[in-house]
Structures are given as structure tokens and as C-alpha cells.
């Protein structure tokens, strides 16, 4: 009898795994130097695939259940181990447990800045980060490219391991999406969806893992890049520049801010006002007469006076439209606004300001 204990001591019956840690991987069931025994019983719990390993080689896989190891259901090994039909004897080989679940709150990001190229702003440096969730859908690559022989692989030695491959895997994605740097800055929730076909495509082939979802947190760009965002978006919101400056005008008007150098201006505003008021009835209204009346005729228009020619000032003219100098300036020198340049100083006829509204 002690020596049938002793021989059963050398043998494993049954193979099994609890996992209690929640952030394991994969696990080697300890063989302790025994071997497994013939019709030795492997359980699989859900959430689990148990991948058989002999001489560095995998073998067959199993999922979920209770199994008898026979040649029927192990055909790789018993391949492996020579055995055409069916085995009677013990053999060794390393069983791996690898776990299926979804792995939530991963976080990812870049250490470094992310160069692409962007049709609006030419070269574009980014970094971003985020979270994903993820799982273990090919467990051989799996054990092959990110675990190894590990015995008992964990998920900060997993974030360790991958969280430079999938910054890259990621930078490369977003190269071949070909995404706007202006879509990437302020659209993500739609980036991550739209990258994550592309970023599974890849970490499935390298790695064996799904992404289950790739959520994209923040992306940063460099304060230069972001001027030019906020300027193109103020541009995009004033839309024709002609058609701001009326407005402003016609604010400063009704509020009364307009400056004693602007009266002229807003003279001529009103005159403008009035004239396409009554371009759009059809020219002037013609009143009524009455039967057997006959209109007076129209007294004769007083000849106006002469008067000097008024320069404004750029600092003037922007009062008078509330606008800044600088964007007097600039139309100054695109020609919408004519002007006189005496020296290094910019005068503007009242007349030419006029024009300037009309058009």
C-alpha cells in the first residue's frame, strides 16, 4: 500500500484553477515535477481557456468544461507525444490558464509627442491619452508575444509590457485615418470609435487581444497650433468680414457709443441704410393724387455748398465702425478701404469711408 501511495503522489488526477486575484492573465499550473495521468479530469471554468504547452510547443486548447484528457479530445499533444491511438501512460506537459474576461480602465498614453501630417497645418506634433478595455481573444499568440513563460502573468506587468506598443499601434492608425488635426482636438468620442476597427486590426494579428472599447481623454497640441485654431474658429464664426463691421456699427448706433470723430460716419451709415430701404420698395413712393388735382412740382434742390474734404484718422475710423485699428489697418493695406498713406501715416477720406459701408 505505501508504495501505491507513492506512485499516486507522483501523478496529477485533477487540474484546475480558481482565479480570486482579478487581475491575472495567465497562470501555469504548478506541476510540482509530476506527471498528468491517464484520463486525468481538467476543469475549465467560464472565462478561462486552458492551453497545453509540451516541450515549448502549443498544443491543443480547451474551453470551458470538465474534460477526461484522452487522445479523442488532446489530438495535438498525443501527436506530439507519439501516441497514434491512445495513451496508458503519464506524461508531463505545462497546462496555462488563460483568462477571457473583459479587462476594464486601462489606461494609455504618449510619453512623447506624435509627428503627423496634416493637410491644414502641415506637420503637426500631438500627444495624447485615454483609457481602453480589452480581451484576450487568441490565446497562443497571446502566451507567445506578451506573456512568455511567465507563471503567473499579471495586468500591471501587462500595462508595462504593452503600453508603448499600442501608443505606437495607435500613432500608426491615426497616420492611415488620414484624421484633420482640428477633428482630433475637439471630437473625442468619435476619434476612438472611428480608430478602433484600425488599432484591433493590428493588436489581434501582433498580439492576440480585442480592444473593446478606446476611449480618447485629452489630446494636446502645441500653443502655436492651438492659436491658429481659435483664430480659424473666430474667422469661421465673423464669417464676411464687410457684413461684421456693419453690425458692430449699427450696435455702437443704437447704444450711443459712437465717438463726436464717428458722426459723419454714422451720417453715412443712415444714408445707406435709407438708400437700400428704398432701392428694395422700388425707388421713391409716389403719393397719391387726388381726382382733378394736379401735384405741385417739386421745389427746386438747393445747390450744397462746397465743403473741405474730412480725413479721419485709422484710429477714428475704428471708433466710428467698432473695430480695432489693426483691422482698419488691414483693409487699408487689402485696398477694401481707400485710404491716403502720408509718410508713414494712413489718412482716410469721409468720403472712401462712405464707400466702404456701401459696399
Do not use: C
Request: zero cysteines.
Amino acid at each position: 500500500m505505501a508504495i501505491l501511495d507513492f506512485l499516486n503522489r507522483q501523478f496529477i488526477d485533477v487540474i484546475e484553477w480558481t482565479d480570486d486575484s482579478r487581475d491575472t492573465l495567465s497562470y501555469r499550473y504548478p506541476d510540482d515535477d509530476k506527471q498528468i495521468k491517464n484520463e486525468a479530469q481538467l476543469i475549465v471554468r467560464e472565462s478561462q481557456i486552458a492551453q497545453f504547452v509540451y516541450v515549448g510547443q502549443f498544443a491543443d486548447t480547451l474551453g470551458p468544461g470538465k474534460h477526461t484528457l484522452k487522445t479523442e479530445n488532446i489530438p495535438i499533444l498525443s501527436d506530439l507525444l507519439g501516441w497514434k491511438y491512445k495513451f496508458q501512460t503519464p506524461f508531463k506537459a505545462d497546462v496555462y490558464y488563460v483568462v477571457t474576461r473583459v479587462f476594464t480602465g486601462n489606461k494609455w498614453g504618449t510619453s512623447n509627442p506624435v509627428m503627423m501630417r496634416d493637410a491644414d497645418f502641415g506637420v503637426v506634433r500631438m500627444r495624447a491619452f485615454g483609457t481602453y478595455d480589452f480581451k484576450i481573444v487568441d490565446p497562443v499568440k497571446f502566451l507567445k508575444e506578451v506573456a512568455g513563460t511567465d507563471q503567473h502573468f499579471r495586468l500591471d506587468e501587462f500595462n508595462d509590457v504593452m503600453r508603448s506598443r499600442l501608443v505606437s499601434v495607435f500613432s500608426e492608425t491615426l497616420a492611415k485615418a488620414k484624421v484633420p488635426a482640428l477633428d482630433v482636438a475637439t471630437r473625442y468620442g468619435e476619434l476612438g470609435e472611428a480608430l478602433l476597427p484600425g488599432i484591433n486590426d493590428a493588436t489581434r494579428d501582433k498580439y492576440g487581444i480585442e480592444l473593446t472599447t478606446f476611449v480618447v481623454e485629452n489630446v494636446s497640441v502645441p500653443p502655436e497650433l492651438e492659436a491658429a485654431i481659435d483664430k480659424r474658429g473666430a474667422m469661421t464664426a465673423i464669417g464676411n468680414l464687410n457684413d461684421f463691421v456693419k453690425y458692430n456699427m449699427g450696435t455702437a448706433l443704437a447704444e450711443g457709443k459712437a465717438g463726436t470723430a464717428g458722426i459723419g460716419a454714422e451720417l453715412a451709415a443712415g444714408l445707406a441704410m435709407g438708400q437700400s430701404m428704398m432701392q428694395g420698395m422700388g425707388g421713391a413712393a409716389q403719393a397719391p393724387s387726388q381726382q382733378g388735382m394736379v401735384p405741385p412740382a417739386p421745389a427746386p434742390a438747393a445747390a450744397p455748398a462746397a465743403a473741405p474734404v474730412a480725413l479721419l484718422t485709422p484710429e477714428q475710423v475704428a471708433q466710428a465702425l467698432g473695430v480695432s485699428p489693426a483691422d482698419v489697418q488691414q483693409e487699408l493695406e487689402a485696398g477694401n478701404l481707400k485710404g491716403r498713406k502720408i509718410g508713414s501715416q494712413w489718412r482716410v477720406p469721409q468720403a472712401a469711408l462712405d464707400e466702404f459701408l456701401k459696399g
